[in-house]
């Protein structure tokens, strides 16, 4: 496995020249009290450092050892306790906490860089702490005065961590039907019974306490998902004065086997009469939880751009190391007695397929990221609206593009090893295992089409896709300057996904009840790679005028030309799947399966 | 993990009714006396028994516990060493091998089926008898008589299996620059000396000898691909009695720790002045190697349409046992909390997307199978060259797009279950796992596409081309019932290969040494994409006049449709791509990567 490399040079590139963001946090008191130009710079050379040199070598001797379970108890693979100790001590586990809390209250466009390393080093770790940073956020927007000072102090300073207990046996997706019970008690508590399932980091070593969030229904609570409500059940009570009391009636029952992330602790969690207290209120869990939610997705789509980040530094090491074959007559290295497998067009494609995966996603998180922040701490409220209205339309699609290409760049940077892309020893199939699951869990990435086509676009009667055709449409007005080529055809692609969206409202309102999830998945790739194309746009343009070396500018350039020529093309196989609609998927009997 | 179910329907529809092989086999003298429709319906009947109810049970925990590996020799998993002695003694391991060593003779097109249920019974394990049918063709093919006598009895028994060493630790795709070099002796014999990787079934303990096929270089040999000799080197030797002699000196160093297949033994094989015999002439090696290869390539594609079929009946399963969220109200079943998954658009999108693969690829297989028997039993020369012309052509795309399709096709199964597909126990995981590599080896997909569109296509001038295209136009042109815009369609399409493969041969021969290479993997596609519509839609007319049971001729008639709608347009995406051309690809300096 090569070593992984932060590219601190792009993500500097993006904050820098393509978003100035730095611009964009002195427009905001929360911001610019805790951080300007120079203080993200620093604070990204320290991420980078930390894991890079303490998180990254330890990946794969973490998945060949995997977690113990026994009798309830889970041990996390050796290092993880070293590791996460670190990351708690240098304040990175409340990296965008509130400073209320002791957390460093950095923007979630920074954050997002940090993220992006996290999950290139190691996945399985990070998650650890990224689900605790999503509780943090959980109950510091919903929970009151009192559960905030009792838990999120230890919480931010990484002395506990966060989980996250949904899944249910019979009811994943389906939230509506769970069962787990929540009884008031006479001292304002309640007693939680029930069994969650896929519970990350449910049970584990790193910590002396976990902190369990949890969906559970009140006795009285409606059927669906309008009877949910949220509690925090600790692993050990916390007594008042801050001091840890009684072991909770929650315990882990099982671990799953799972393809990847064996780093992980995916438990299986029993609530026996456990001891929780509400979050915010009665029956509004889910919208709660859903704060955590979106938070989490944007981190669970740079999972995918991690991976691929990671595979790439290993394929780019090993084509320019490993020689076989020939190249062009005149490019030959005569002397040697094969060339690089850079030389091959094929290495390139592939290479080059997830260079642009890789920093058109960078780009795409970054803007979900800067959009996040604007949504929170933009001085004007119709700057917080406005931005509110890209995070709610782009949540799904971060999470499931960046996965959805993520895992197509890690795939491609195993069969650039050929065979030593399939053994482990390179690393390069644990990133295609650790990879895979992020297009699954927090919301398959099936279901985020559907919150993308179904309740964001059509729920809006198509006005919230409007503010992103609007944000493209206006940089294609601008001066195109040497890529009037590209300008042309992404005006005509614009045009073309507000045709094929009026086509689906059209249906929607003719009463088809089946056409949105029928397609909802290809209209996801498509405004995928559409705004893509975009970001490519933007940075070959922020490059031409920026001082960065001839090389990075070039690069820029050619791979926003690669993007235009070899990947953007998938849109008109997109287009026609789309407008065929529901009818042949539900032309079938089910014995006709 | 749902049981395994042999689609024998869809098998026999193939064969009878789709490419009519019983009155093909009756004009082939060699084939006629082995094999009628009668006896082919038996031997179907008798492989899925065999594959349904003892090996397909044993996939799992033979991946969970893997082979062990200590002091040079290999244990396989618990079962397998029974599995072996059972299709051994069932004549399953010579199934094509000639009668004279005791084979069945069997037509390929008729192993086909038994391959695609072996693999989908458990890859790792088909691949111990998988690899011997391929020596014994090579042997068969190219050995002097005297080895033939000596070893191709008990490798047709399945007494003694046999394995291909190729690869070295430099050398994988590029055979040319091999090191392992063959000494001559006095007694007529080779002293054989250098290092093997990534050899499949390298060592085992399922049979009391292994037959080595192994790449070496005398030492008077050419530079390159023309001075490799190929070499048979028996882990035992063979005495004049064919009593087994003494050890001979290769031995495993040790085995590959691999993504999948963890039941195969992914072997270093060492050769210290082993003792082998040439087969075949000097210097002539890796063309006879190819023998095997080529046999090998359709089998290796039909591994990731086994996986696909059997992730295939685990995901439809799922979709109608576990139940989330609702469908259209009208069909929504009130009495229960939630319907079943086949109701929601997205999970029939992602059945029918594989199911139109795995129809599609078996038709494809079988059609390429044929043309393997053809090639080789055709009464007339006309008939084999006619056959093997197509054979040429359609061998890398049916390696390749057969196992692109696959491997899609088992992420797909894996997405249907969600969080359950992740873990272990459900098996889906496993089997994306273990199709992954059949992307990779003998010869990678992107080594098969350049294959196709260089040696094939450009090496032909286009003329190795014309007779699939024919074939298919020839059907075209025929009535189309109510098919017209299928046929229509298709028909453009073909047009449109013509055209676009006319520019890239033009720019070949106006000297762009990287066009080739450059746009290759997507040629390959658009081909396999064109063939599977025109197997699909050859399948919905034999459908219609045949007399299945309604639920079958509808169900191959809706998904001929779905395919058309929602998966060929995929094609509209690959041509601008193709047209795009090795520009941008080569447009990048080493440091702009």
């Known amino acids: 496995m090569a070593d992984y490399k932060v590219d601190l040079q792009d993500m500097n590139f ?86 209320e809390f002791g957390g460093m209250g950095l923007p979630k ?24 940073a999503g509780a943090i956020i959980a109950l510091d927007s919903h929970a009151s005065p009192e559960l905030k000072e009792r838990y999120l102090p230890n919480m931010v300073a990484g002395k506990w961590t966060g989980s996250m207990c949904l899944t249910e046996p019979h009811a994943g997706t389906d939230l509506g039907i769970i069962r787990t019970k929540a009884e008031p008690e006479q001292d304002g508590s309640y007693q939680l019974t029930g069994t969650k399932i896929f519970i990350t980091g449910g049970e584990h070593d790193l910590t002396e306490n976990i902190v369990h969030l949890v969906l559970a229904k009140l006795p009285d609570a409606p059927a669906g998902t309008r009877g949910i409500s949220l509690f925090v059940v600790p692993k050990f009570l916390v007594n008042e004065d801050g001091s840890l009391g009684e072991r909770n009636a929650v315990v882990a029952g099982s ?51 991690g991976a691929a980040a990671r595979s790439y530094c290993t394929a780019l090491d090993y084509a320019l190391e490993r020689r076989q074959g020939r190249g062009a007559k005149a490019t030959r290295d005569t002397a040697a007695e094969a060339d690089p497998l850079l030389v091959h067009g094929d290495i390139r494609r592939m290479l080059l397929t997830m260079k642009s995966f890789i920093e058109g996603g960078r780009a795409f998180s970054t803007f979900v990221g800067k959009q996040l922040d604007r949504s929170k701490y933009a001085a004007s409220e119709e700057g917080r609206t406005k931005a509110q209205a890209l995070v709610d339309l782009l949540t799904p699609v971060a999470k499931a593009f960046l996965t959805d290409t993520g895992f197509e760049a890690t795939v491609l940077g195993q069969q650039v090893l050929g065979g030593h892309g399939y053994v482990r020893e390179w690393g390069q199939e644990q990133l295609v295992r650790d990879c895979r699951i992020a297009q699954i869990y927090e919301g398959t990435n099936g279901i985020q089409a559907l919150d993308l086509l179904g309740r964001k676009v059509a729920g809006s009667k198509g006005e919230l896709l409007k503010p992103l055709l609007t944000e493209i449409s206006t940089f294609l007005a601008g001066d195109a300057g040497e890529w009037s080529n590209e300008y042309g055809e992404l005006a005509i692609l614009v045009q073309e996904v507000e045709r094929i969206t009026g086509e689906v409202l059209t249906q929607v309102m003719q009463g088809d009840e089946n056409i949105i999830n029928s397609v909802a998945v290809e209209y996801l790739h498509l405004i995928g790679y559409v705004t893509y194309g975009w970001l490519w746009l933007k940075m070959a343009r922020a490059a031409e005028s920026s001082d960065y070396a001839e090389s990075f500018v070039q690069a820029k350039q050619k791979t926003a030309k690669f993007y235009f020529a070899r990947i953007l093309p998938r849109v008109y196989g997109l287009m026609p799947s789309i407008e065929a609609g529901a009818k042949e998927l539900f032309a079938f009997e089910q014995d006709e399966f």
Chains 1, 2 share one sequence.
């Open 255 to 305: 671990v799953e086997h799972k393809m990847g992330i064996h780093g992980s602790a995916t438990c299986v969690m029993n609530f026996d009469g456990a001891k929780g207290w509400l979050v915010g209120e009665p029956n509004r869990g889910l919208a709660a939880m859903f704060t955590m939610m979106n938070y989490e997705r944007l981190g669970v789509g740079i999972q995918g751009l």
């Open 109 to 132: 466009v920074l954050s997002a860089q940090y993220e992006e390393m996290m999950c290139a080093a190691d996945v399985a770790f990070s998650l650890y702490s990224g689900l605790t």
């Open 14 to 99: 993006l904050l820098d020249d393509v978003f100035a963001v730095a611009k964009d946090w002195e427009t905001m008191p929360k911001l610019s009290e805790v951080v300007d130009a120079d203080t993200a710079k620093a604070i990204l050379d320290e991420a980078a450092k930390l894991t890079e040199n303490l998180i990254a070598p330890n990946l794969r001797a973490a998945d060949e050892e995997g977690i113990h379970f026994s009798d309830g108890e889970v041990t996390t693979p050796k290092g993880y306790k070293e590791q996460f100790a670190e990351l708690a001590a240098g304040g990175w586990v409340g990296v965008t906490a509130s400073e």
